[in-house]
């Protein structure tokens, strides 16, 4: 018995230890950890660079850079993201920024209020100040940069899940009790909630950390909308108090200003008439004026404003190299000030086509910068576009519908000299491009552009030619030639073909009940007004289809 006693008392101590062993084991598997994350790690930054966080989204692709005690964020990114009128002139090192009445510019020795640059200008991009983004940016912008691991949370304004904590507990990096330590949080403070699983919620803490806590820590949550305490950016803009009917007179010399009268005669409903003054002749700025006092004053004795037509049609300018200076924009639009003051001209119409891609952040720029002395002055501001499609994106539509006064769709050439045969203005090729510039523009600034013309196409063996012609003159034609003409529902237009010496021609026709059809479109549509290229192609029926009456 006696022997036996040391075998037991070494059972003793190995069950002892075996049961100290399984219950540390136990212990430590159910017992949370307090491990503190690695969190530059976690964030993934090293020093000199700052985590983004992008509506409590981490982007991974890109972080800020730290420098002079502040985050500087890349603009390519604050264009894209946050804010497209921070515009950046690179031909001029100048960041330029434009309100409704003034411009802001700023480089890389502009200093903010502590002392440190506005903005960095790297290889890679030019970096702008957190705060210089904020000053002008609708949007909450949160910044923990000043400990070791640092990040910015950018967030839009909203409705958000807000939770306030029962009892002290601990965020961590994923769910679950061994994962490491983000934050402590204590009993009474909130968090923001992302996400809600099974027994662990995604949620944002003051201190600015995004991890996992369990939710039975929740005392209670709710949801609250956060909104901005900053007076909303107004562009005014000056408007007629009617409908608009305007109607585009092709101006190319001095003798054809006498011809005002002529155009004039026969029409219906006019209020506004654009003639085609002002040319921009190089990359310099500079721009023929035929701008004449007699022809203003004649047109505002028959009640009719005038809106000045600038086009960017001459070979000699590439707009994408002309509208990338600060300084010649600046020089272009106190000329064209100039002359419209000068001449006691109502408004400018800008008729800037075949842009290269490029050149679109220029040319919005330049609408910006052109509205401020217009909106000062009382000069009415519109602009032409083509129908809007996937290729044509970059002229910007919706900030067309914020800074100027009217978005003029010209609703025709659907086909064109050089293209496929068929029609110029088909009614669903109008409708769509309507419905669509109505999904970026105010319908009270949208004025629907109509063409007097059509075209008479040829075929000859496999080559084909069109030719415009006016209303008129395509029911001359019709009516020499003997051409039957069918109704083509879908298309709201009359289509005729015939045999000529020359080869196979056909026609879809524009006049007054295709026009009528446009019109209703219009009318439904509550658009601000018709727009008609050009006068003197036309018949006396095309007015009465157009009337808003």
């Known amino acids: ?278 040319s921009l002749i190089d990359n310099q700025g500079n721009f023929t004026s035929l701008a004449n006092q007699e022809y203003v004053d004649k047109a505002h004795e028959k009640g009719l404003q005038v809106w000045a037509l600038l086009d960017n049609f001459s070979s000699d300018v590439q707009t994408e190299v002309l509208l990338a200076s600060t300084t010649i924009r600046r020089n272009l639009i106190n000329n064209l000030i100039a002359e419209v003051e000068a001449y006691g001209i109502d408004g400018l119409n800008m008729d800037f086509e075949s842009l290269k891609p490029e050149a679109g952040v220029h040319y919005i720029q330049f609408l910006r910068e052109l509205s ?39 609703g025709y050439d659907e086909h064109y000299a050089g293209g496929e045969a068929g029609s110029v203005a088909s009614l669903g090729f109008v409708q769509s491009g309507i419905e669509d510039t109505l999904a970026l523009v105010p319908r009270e600034k949208v004025i629907n552009g109509v063409p007097f013309y059509t075209r008479i196409w040829t075929e000859t063996g496999t080559e084909l030619k069109s030719e415009a012609y006016g209303i008129e003159a395509a029911k001359a034609w019709v009516e020499k030639n003997h051409v039957e003409l069918y109704w083509q529902q879908e298309l709201g237009q009359y289509y005729g073909e015939v045999n000529e010496p020359s080869g196979l021609s056909y026609v879809w026709m524009e006049e007054e009940n295709s026009l009528k059809l446009k019109m209703d479109l219009i009318k439904t549509f509550d658009l601000a007004g018709v727009a008609c290229w050009k006068l003197g192609l036309e018949d006396a029926e095309a007015w009465d289809a157009i009337s808003w009456e």
Not at 385 to 405: A, C, K, L, M
Request: contains cysteine; negative net charge; charged residues 25%.
């Open 1 to 278: 018995m006696k022997k036996a006693i040391p075998v037991i008392i070494a059972l003793s101590l190995i069950l002892t230890i075996v049961l100290g062993v399984v219950g540390y084991q136990m212990i430590q598997k159910y017992m949370p950890t307090k491990e503190p994350a690695d969190l530059m790690e976690v964030y993934g930054v090293d020093n000199g660079e700052t985590a983004v966080f992008y509506g409590y989204e981490r982007l991974e692709e890109m972080q800020g850079i730290y420098e002079n005690g502040q985050t500087y964020l890349p603009l390519t990114w604050i264009n894209e993201n946050l804010n497209k009128r921070f515009y950046w002139d690179s031909t001029e090192d100048l960041l330029v920024y434009t309100l409704p009445d003034q411009i802001v510019y700023a480089d890389a020795q502009t200093k903010g209020s502590n002392g440190s640059p506005l903005l960095l200008v790297k290889e890679d991009d030019v970096y702008l100040t957190l705060g210089l983004i904020a000053n002008y940016t609708d949007i909450e912008i949160l910044a923990f940069d000043s400990d070791e691991a640092k990040r910015i949370f950018i967030t839009p304004w909203g409705d958000r899940e807000i939770a306030t904590l029962a009892k002290d507990g601990y965020v961590r990096e994923k769910g679950g009790i061994k994962s490491p330590v983000l934050t402590k949080v204590t009993k009474g403070s909130e968090v923001a909630v992302l996400e809600t699983m099974e027994t662990w919620s995604k949620v944002v803490t003051a201190d600015g950390h995004v991890g996992y806590i369990e939710h039975k820590r929740f005392e209670s949550q709710r949801t609250e909308s956060f909104s901005s305490s900053r007076e909303p950016v107004v562009y005014e803009s000056t408007q007629l108090d009617e409908k608009i009917v305007l109607g585009w007179h092709q101006v190319t010399n001095q003798t054809a200003n006498g011809y005002l009268e002529d155009v004039l005669e026969g029409t219906k409903g006019i209020n506004v008439i654009s003639p085609t003054w002002f």
């Open 372 to 410: 401020i002395p217009c909106r000062e002055k009382g000069i009415i501001l519109s602009v032409d576009n083509y129908v809007p499609t996937s290729y044509n994106t970059f002229y910007d539509r919706e900030e067309q519908g914020i800074v100027v006064d009217y978005v003029i769709v010209m």
